[in-house]
Nanobody, 115 residues
């Protein structure tokens, strides 16, 4: 088992920046992948960005060039730097960790981008 705790959400104006953090309760070294997912009100949860244990990254087309995901194994933390935010980036951001065939989710942090 592992607990994931997201932080860093808040209210920001369009064009602004926010940095999210996801802290794990134990080492993330063995996690195959860690990612950030977003769920807007009334919509399904969609992937935003993923980083693998080897450091490879993938992004949703809508955030490419604006968001950056990174992981720090020494701190058991994954980050999401969000720049040039748009109102459509509004939603609850969830952290997910995958270890072998098991997925773990955090409880989410709310990001609101005002126009």
């Amino acid at each position: 088992q592992v607990q994931l705790v997201e932080s860093g959400g808040g209210l920001v104006q369009a064009g602004g920046s926010l940095g999210l953090s996801c802290a794990a309760s134990r080492s993330i070294f063995s996690f195959n992948a860690m990612g950030w997912y977003r769920q807007a009100p009334g919509k399904q949860r969609d992937v935003v960005a993923v980083v693998t244990s080897g450091g490879s990254t993938n992004y949703a087309d809508s955030v490419k060039g604006r968001f950056t995901i990174s992981r720090d194994n020494a701190k058991n933390t994954v980050y999401l730097q969000m720049n040039s935010l748009k109102p459509e980036d509004t939603g609850t951001y969830y952290c997910k960790a995958t270890e072998r065939w098991t997925d773990y989710w955090g409880k989410g942090t709310l990001v609101t981008v005002s126009s």
